[in-house]
């Protein structure tokens, strides 16, 4: 009756088929309340919806009643399914399982691993809520080929890992109220990010869709030349299909907007190289063949000169709109609609052998 019981919960202490595989939803039973203790075996379950776990266990402790079953684990490993279909691998040194809410959870040391996106999280505790497609975890670390998060106090994500966000999205826990730098660190390729919050979307393959905020955030492509600060930024990534670089080709900003943008090139003839300035919102876009800044609202802009005999040219305005050379930032042209439009820079003339 015992074994019946808990086999009808899907708290398995026997063998229950090939591991792996997705278990077969659950039919719960009618039963008083017991309690079990068993080694080396199995943790399985599935709702309706094809969503459950297949966990291996070196120790568990069982608790069930009527349609209810909870059991404490040491030292398990399994596999998470949605529709019935692998989403995950986790391990952890202990945890627990609760066929009532859905809900498992890793405890030190876990390891996580989603097979949709090949991207693995570390972290202290884990936590998987099957029936809100929702991992929490806490002391985190997220890495994928392209992609580092972290560490960081507290993170939430899908199961498939494709979206990411650290905030206190739950209202339990305010990053505010933690004992711990609030600047935290995502790096997806060249470039970085540090930030109060985030929320980091994987549109496609080729596509990340990242909003942060911060006090302020900072954002950094060096190998676009790009340096930003602002209360909040979205940005869109995409990656280059033959370099595998992943570029910012759009991204708006508000809320004391800083930035720079620094030459590459060292052609010759080059002449400005940086142009950098603050607003209160800005809108960058990129389509291969320019980069195109629009500044609102309070706008100063500064050109940095090879050549010139003052350190930087100096313009303000209410709206500006500069366009860059995408391989050296040299600068195309800018529009001022108000201010001061004098930018023109000084130069010194060269002398003979370019001295």
């Known amino acids: 009756m015992k074994r019946l019981a808990l086999l009808a919960l899907v708290i398995a202490l026997a063998g229950c088929g090939p591991s792996g595989e997705p278990p077969k939803p659950n039919k719960p039973l009618e039963i008083p309340h017991q309690k079990s203790e068993a080694k080396a075996v199995k943790s399985e379950y599935q709702d309706n919806q094809g969503r459950g776990w297949n966990l ?4 568990a402790k069982v608790e069930f009643t009527s349609q209810v079953g909870q059991a404490e684990f040491e030292k398990f490993s399994g596999d998470f399914f949605d529709q019935g279909k692998k989403v995950g691998f986790i391990q952890a040194a202990s945890g627990s399982a609760d066929t009532s809410t859905g809900i498992v959870k890793g405890v030190g040391g876990v390891d996580f691993r989603s097979y949709v996106h090949n991207t693995e999280i570390k972290a202290d505790t884990i936590e998987w809520r099957s029936r809100r497609n929702l991992i929490i975890a806490s002391n985190a670390e997220v890495k994928r080929k392209e992609f580092t998060l972290g560490p960081v106090p507290a993170m939430y994500a899908d199961t498939s890992v494709g979206t990411i966000w650290v905030d206190n999205r739950e209202g339990k826990l305010n990053l505010a109220s933690l004992a711990l730098p609030l600047i935290l660190h995502l790096q997806i390729g060249d470039v970085s990010f540090d930030y109060a919050t985030v929320n980091a979307k994987l549109v496609d393959k080729n596509t990340w869709s990242v909003v942060v905020k911060g006090t302020p955030a900072h954002v950094v492509s060096k190998q676009q030349g790009i340096d930003v600060t602002a209360a909040r930024m979205d940005v869109t990534l995409v990656r280059n299909e033959k370099s595998g670089e992943w570029i910012i080709t759009n991204s708006t900003a508000s809320g004391g907007l800083k ?97």
Do not use: W
Request: proline residues 4%.
């Open 56 to 59: 291996s266990v070196t120790k």
């Open 259 to 355: 930035f720079s943008f620094l030459h590459l090139g060292e052609s010759e003839d080059q002449r400005i190289q940086a142009v950098s300035g603050s607003c209160d919102h800005g809108v960058y876009t990129f389509d291969g063949k320019e980069k195109v800044l629009r500044l609102i609202e309070k706008v100063v802009l500064t050109m940095q000169h090879q050549d010139v005999q003052d350190p930087g040219v100096r313009s303000q305005s209410d709206e500006a709109v500069v366009r860059l050379d995408p391989k050296t930032n040299q600068l195309i042209a800018f529009d001022l609609n108000s201010g001061n439009a004098n930018l023109t820079p000084k130069i010194k003339p060269k002398k003979d052998g370019g001295a």
